[in-house]
T-cell receptor, first 114, second 111 residues
């Protein structure tokens, strides 16, 4: 596609429910990133993939958060047993490679945990 | 801890005037800086970037200035238009992939 595509755009989950957020990066982009953006704040780094390898997951807030990119293209961010503090926009981004190439963001998946 | 931040949370500018958005960073190891624009309900949109071996870079209607001595980054927008109303984030990186964002400056363009 022309840009980074994320789905669902909006998700309301009951506390304790598991959610899965999908990201389709720009075709041919090697690097893929997940960020979390709380209301009124800047995005916060969660994790980074180069192809299918998850090279950095230092930003994942707890072991309830899990990300994968099994074939080096589409990625899924999974949040288990969601809690209210997980409510945020989850942004996916991609770039050709990690080193200095422009990082393009998707529109985000807006998660509300009730 | 070290972080990237913006001097002012809001900026109101008259249509047609030039805008200057400022950002201070504290990590001297940062070598890559980017400005993003985020409109309501959308993801961050790349505007312009600059590496630490440069002090100025120009794009279409935008200029980024980097002052490494005082760890300051600014974004200048020429002839501000209503479509420029958005939240602007500066971001810095030390390793070319993990971006650290500031809290953002909300720019409002007055007609």
């Amino acid at each position: 596609g022309a840009g980074v595509s994320q789905s669902p755009r909006y998700k309301v989950a009951k506390r304790g429910q598991d959610v899965a957020l999908r990201c389709d990066p720009i075709s041919g982009h090697v690097s893929l990133f997940w960020y979390q953006q709380a209301l009124g704040q800047g995005p916060e780094f969660l994790t980074y993939f180069q192809n299918e390898a998850q090279l950095d997951k230092s930003g994942l807030p707890s072991d309830r958060f899990f990300a994968e990119r099994p074939e080096g293209s589409v990625s899924t961010l999974k949040i288990q047993r969601t809690q209210q503090e997980d409510s945020a926009v989850y942004l996916c981004a991609s770039s050709l490679v990690g080193g200095g190439n422009t990082i393009y963001f998707g529109e985000g998946s807006w998660l509300t945990v009730v | 801890g070290e972080s990237v931040g913006l001097h002012l949370p809001t900026l109101s500018v008259q249509e047609g005037d030039n805008s200057i958005i400022n950002c201070a960073y504290s990590n001297s190891a940062s070598d890559y800086f980017i400005w993003y624009k985020q409109e309501s309900g959308k993801g961050p949109q790349f505007i312009i970037d600059i590496r630490s071996n440069m002090d100025k870079r120009q794009g279409q209607r935008v200029t980024v200035l980097l002052n490494k001595t005082v760890k300051h980054l600014s974004l200048q927008i020429a002839a501000t238009q209503p479509g420029d109303s958005a939240v602007y984030f500066c971001a810095e990186s030390r390793n070319d992939y993990k971006l650290s964002f500031g809290a953002g400056t909300t720019v409002t363009v007055r007609a």
